[in-house]
């Protein structure tokens, strides 16, 4: 997983900084305030208040488009981490950093809890006969336990997993994600909603709208 922590430059950690120059260069907060308002932001309602209000929007439009009847196999695109299932037990657990061997062992445990308004979009999503696609930046060896995850955590049955393949070595994921979406496309579907956590997870277009989730803790490019 290509995620690194960038807690010093995410907007959030910079509320309080205040950028104040001095002749030291600009003021900001220590990394351990940082940390503590990224958990603060995550454990007081906020995160789950700010997924709720995306995800109703989110839920609001693919039901105008279900009853607009106008696309023959409409879709819905949805990425894995911190989209459908929330990894903040294992980022809190690292301190809000990342070691690979120890992000694959917490993987392969099937620890990722559904992130709630996500997981009630996908099943209405389904109700409404939209095809479910997930586009994961895990990789191909992560496939079997993150399906397995997403099946324990209730989320309704997908049309199909991408994950990334176990050689890639690009310095970003949009090539990667892009090309899905694209061979979503050739299926004859028309992908009517993206969601992702990182700008990375809508760049590329292939979709008629994106709704971004916020995420305070890592960046993937």
Sequence with gaps: ?????????????LLAAGCATTSKGPAFASLPDAK???????????????????????TQYIQ???????????????????????????????????????WHAWIAMKRGKAIPPVLEFAKEADRL?????FVSGRREA????????????GYPKWTQFFSKPNDYRA??????????RRKIEEQGY???A????????????HALECFLLPNYIYDVK
């Design 1 to 13: 997983m290509m995620k690194k922590l960038l807690c010093f430059v995410v907007p959030l950690l």
């Design 36 to 58: 503590s308002q990224v958990a603060e932001y995550y454990e007081n309602g906020s995160y789950a208040n700010d997924v709720t209000f995306i995800m109703r929007k989110a």
């Design 64 to 102: 105008a488009v279900a009853k607009a009847k106008q696309y023959a196999k409409p879709a819905i695109v949805l990425d894995v981490d911190d989209t459908a299932l929330d990894t903040y037990e294992y980022q809190k657990g690292m301190g809000f950093g990342h070691n690979g061997k120890l």
């Design 129 to 133: 006969g939209f095809a479910i696609f």
């Design 142 to 153: 992560q496939r079997e336990d993150t399906e397995l995850n997403l099946k324990a955590v």
């Design 171 to 180: 310095p970003s994921v949009v090539p990667y994600k892009t090309e899905c």
């Design 190 to 192: 028309t992908i009517v």
């Design 194 to 205: 993206n969601i992702g956590d990182m700008p990375s997870d809508l760049d590329g277009g």
